[in-house]
């Protein structure tokens, strides 16, 4: 299934990503970052700070369908987005989250 794309230019490369998550990639989302919470009879007992690094990760897998520089592409590897300048890796995960809190109209 061809999705629509659009492009974010970065400092090395270019990146496309999805234009809107489905239902199902939104939900699953959700479901990564709620595996930090610790819950108990009171109510939240704990959060595991770890689960919005996962949530964030997997964002970005499921958002990004190509990264060009120059000629040469690939996909989304996650050592890729660890070594993105953190301007970079802010303006990518920003336009992707973008998309996980848009509500239908």
């Known amino acids: 299934m061809s999705r629509p794309v659009r492009t974010i230019k970065l400092a ?21 970052l709620l595996s930090g919470a610790k819950v108990d009879s009171k109510g939240l007992k704990d959060f595991d700070a770890s689960s919005l690094y996962e949530a964030k990760l997997f964002l970005m897998e499921i958002g990004i369908i190509e990264i060009r520089k120059g000629e040469v592409k690939s996909k989304f590897k996650k050592e890729w987005v660890e070594n993105l300048s953190a301007s970079d890796g802010d303006l990518l995960y ?10 239908e109209a």
């Open 94 to 103: 920003d336009e992707l989250d973008k998309l996980n809190k848009k509500k």
């Open 12 to 32: 090395e490369c270019e990146v496309d990503i999805v234009t809107e998550l489905t239902w199902g990639e939104k939900e699953r989302c959700q479901n990564v």
